[in-house]
């Protein structure tokens, strides 16, 4: 039972990044505190859970690591496979 509640979770967390990576397509990649909001999920828990959708097809995402050094080294943009990317990360923009 605790199995299937997780794995029903995790299709509700799919559905829901799905979404939002699709509404930001052509805008600045959600930040991670909006993706929170949307989600409930732990700040620690964001990124992970992201990468592991990418693995397994049901987003895209790709990274580039800033050239100067700041709080937020890496800029990355997402997109459903096959859809419009959404902008860049504009966090590192001094």
């Not at 995790?10 to 990044?17: F, K, N, Q, R, W």
């Not at 509404?23 to 989600?39: D, M, R, V």
């Amino acid at each position: 039972m605790i199995e299937w509640l997780g794995a029903q979770q995790d299709d509700a967390l799919d559905g829901v990044l799905v979404r939002m990576v699709e509404n930001h397509a052509g805008l600045p990649c959600p930040a991670i505190k909006e993706i929170q909001l949307w989600t409930g999920m732990s700040r620690r828990r964001v990124w992970r859970y992201l990468y592991d959708m990418a693995a397994r097809g049901l987003i895209e995402i790709e990274t580039i690591e800033a050239r100067t050094s700041g709080r937020d080294p890496k800029r990355r943009r997402m997109r459903v496979p096959g859809g419009e990317w959404t902008a860049w990360t504009n966090r590192s923009h001094g």
